[in-house]
């Protein structure tokens, strides 16, 4: 008998019918034997509903107050959960974030857990009880009702399966598991039976958005087998995990990720001198612009070229910045590209393995790709493209790294 | 400076624009230097659609679910109303029942509230803040999420006031007071400045559906001064209080009520012998018929006749117990009406004066009405008259007891 951690998120708890899905697949879970508690959403639509009445009543709401209203949203739901599992006669109990003492700290709509009693849960139970905790919750050592922002269900799934030492935590969404990359890119995709926590951050970050990247930090910290489920399909998922011996037996790559929003900004003829990255990127932070990639060329005069890239979305802000600086630190130009898209590889493999890079230098070239920038990690390598390159690279790399699936056999 | 607790229904929170609206009037009493306590609803209509989510679910829904799902829609308004306060510079914070330490018993769907733990309401009043409490809503003792039942919200307002020795609450609805009658019968009906809490009972439970006869029963018990005033007019309501010196000025009469949806039952020639009413209406109340007024006439030859008043949806349901009865009782006959209204007057002045009851049934004559049942209590007398009489006999009653506000004077 196993302790199951299962989130739903707002999708698979979208409407009655689905709730009603949701519990026979609870039901089928707790019948197989397994103690089960199960982390829902609030129904898709509903959050946005609720911050549009906030918006309505002032832009400029308090947090504290929009954490109170947002919180209806999964409280709703775990309550109809609750309902539609005594339906079918399996014994169940909601609890909103508070009831079961999921403390956070006092960082409204962004706060984060700092400790779950789980001695609740654990009677219920005992007692043969599905418990069901709505997710994106808790309270602040003062009582105030929290949130952990937006997808922080998952996160409340992944806390709850550390606190409660469950043996996973499974994450129904309405894809079927992580791939090796966008199947509408690459028609080839396959889904990975596991992945390594890492793998799965790098991938995650780079915009394969099927599990929230606070919810893996998580998971990883803690050592909860993490798997990616559809709620509306069977099979397996995909498992994300430790990394262990059988990593190495597994392919160098798990997969191909790519970023559409990406934008590019150079300023050059800049004095090479120390405390130049922090002169330049200070007044972007302070502007609230997030940095993705830096990359710097020292020139022949002492001057300097230093490049980055930002959200597209912020692309005009930051060139406003350098053009500001440009006077200031006496530099020479200042360039930029918004058309311009982020592809990386990710693979733990990489560590033990050479050439890997070359590898994917080789394949882009080969298809006459011309690589804008390169930035590399310990398990990744990410190269900025043109634009109009984006799936011709992706599909060379996911093929040149053995990632394609086998064409359907032909009967 | 006064401490008042202001409760606003759901048709006063109805929209942004009516929660601003309350926020306004809230920042009105407060300006004026009084501390201020504020109890909601939820938006009209939430409590029905979330109803309605829950019986799609299913019709035989767990009521510890439907507690914490309805508990919602108060705690929506209460974010919403800080927001609004917030926005026109009034700090305020909004609590959740539990958060404010409501306790109840765990009947759900129904709770009583046992105690209130004023602590925290105060701490912030004295902070200057103004505090927004979920109507409607408290916690058990093991801390499920409970409620009031329907309307509860003015009894949570009544019990916050008493909790916190308030010097008024105030119930904001849609009407502007309590009047002597249903002005859409008398036009000459006038709004009442202040009333008894025991003619406020009776007249509410003869249909004067201003406020929750439970919370009234509150405030008599705990003698918290009620007031009822329109939240879209301005206005002075009527003061709901206990019975006074000054009282004894008043006219003898409050108001004249009625009640349209009632029927009547007649079982004839029952045997006159000891526990024939409980025989009649023991099998009534097992078919959870409530019975209202009821009259047993002794005839000459040892039997008796027997008749009461139901609401007029259980008249067909009463009529078949009776039916049954009859041969099991031996009885002569069974006989309905439900064509029939009560119409009752109101005072505590009755109970000091005689002649109420003569007068009453004389003007009743003058118009030729016919009185079909009578039943008196202390402070009320009520008559049974066929339907087609209800507006001639309660316009009657309102000039023959001085009730009818002058004509508007000429210029």
Redesign the interface.
């Known amino acids: 008998m196993a302790l199951i951690v299962q989130k739903y998120g707002g999708t698979s708890v979208g409407d009655?019918d689905r709730?009603?899905n949701v519990a026979r697949r609870v039901a089928r879970t707790k019948a197989a034997g397994n103690d089960v508690v199960v982390v829902v959403s609030a129904m898709s639509g509903e959050t946005n509903r609720?911050i549009g009445?906030?918006r309505?009543?002032?832009p400029?709401?308090?947090p504290?107050?929009?954490d109170?209203?947002v919180?209806?949203g999964e409280?709703?739901t775990?309550?109809?959960l609750?309902?539609?599992l005594?339906?079918i006669g399996v014994p169940a109990?909601?609890y909103?974030g508070?009831?079961v003492h999921i403390r956070t700290d006092n960082a409204f709509t962004k706060a984060r857990i700092v400790d779950i009693d789980g001695a609740k849960i654990r009677k219920d139970l005992a007692e043969g009880r599905v418990v069901v905790v709505a997710g994106f919750q808790g309270v602040d050592a003062e009582?105030?009702?929290t949130t952990l922002g937006r997808g922080g269900s998952d996160t409340t799934g992944v806390a709850l399966a550390a606190a409660l030492k469950a043996d996973e935590c499974q994450i129904y969404t309405d894809v079927d598991g992580v791939y090796t990359t966008d199947p509408r890119v690459v028609p080839q995709a396959r889904r990975l039976d596991s992945i390594t926590y890492e793998e799965m951050l790098e991938l995650a970050s780079l915009g394969a958005k099927v599990l929230q990247i606070r919810s893996v930090e998580f998971a990883s910290k803690y050592n909860v087998p993490l798997r990616v489920l559809s709620s509306f399909d069977e099979g397996q998922g995909t498992l994300i995990k430790s990394e262990d011996a059988s990593t190495m037996e597994q392919p160098l790559i798990a997969g191909v990720a790519f970023n559409r929003d990406e934008a590019k900004l150079t300023i050059m003829g800049v004095p090479d001198r120390p405390g130049i990255a922090f002169q330049i990127l200070g007044p972007v932070a302070d502007k609230n612009i997030e940095v993705d990639m830096i990359v710097q060329n020292v020139g022949q005069d002492g001057s300097t070229d230093f490049t980055f890239t930002v959200h597209r979305n912020d692309y005009k802000k930051a060139l406003a910045v350098l053009q500001e600086l440009k006077a200031k630190l006496g530099a020479r130009e200042v360039a930029g590209d918004d058309k311009i898209v982020k592809v990386s590889v990710v693979g733990v493999g990489m560590r033990s393995h050479a050439g890997v890079a070359s590898k994917m230098f080789k394949a882009l070239s080969d298809e006459g790709v011309n690589i804008r920038m390169i930035s590399t990690s310990e398990i990744k390598i990410s190269v900025v493209v043109d634009e109009k390159y984006l799936e011709l690279a992706v599909r060379a790399l996911h093929t040149a790294f053995g990632l394609d699936a086998p064409p359907p056999q032909q009967q």
Chains 1, 2 share one sequence.
Do not use: P, W, Y
Request: hydrophobic content about 50%.
């Open positions: 009655v709730i009603a609720l009445l906030a309505a009543i002032d400029d709401h308090d504290r107050e929009l109170m209203l919180s209806t409280q709703v775990i309550a109809l609750a309902m539609a005594h339906k109990r909601s909103t508070g009831q009582g105030n009702i």
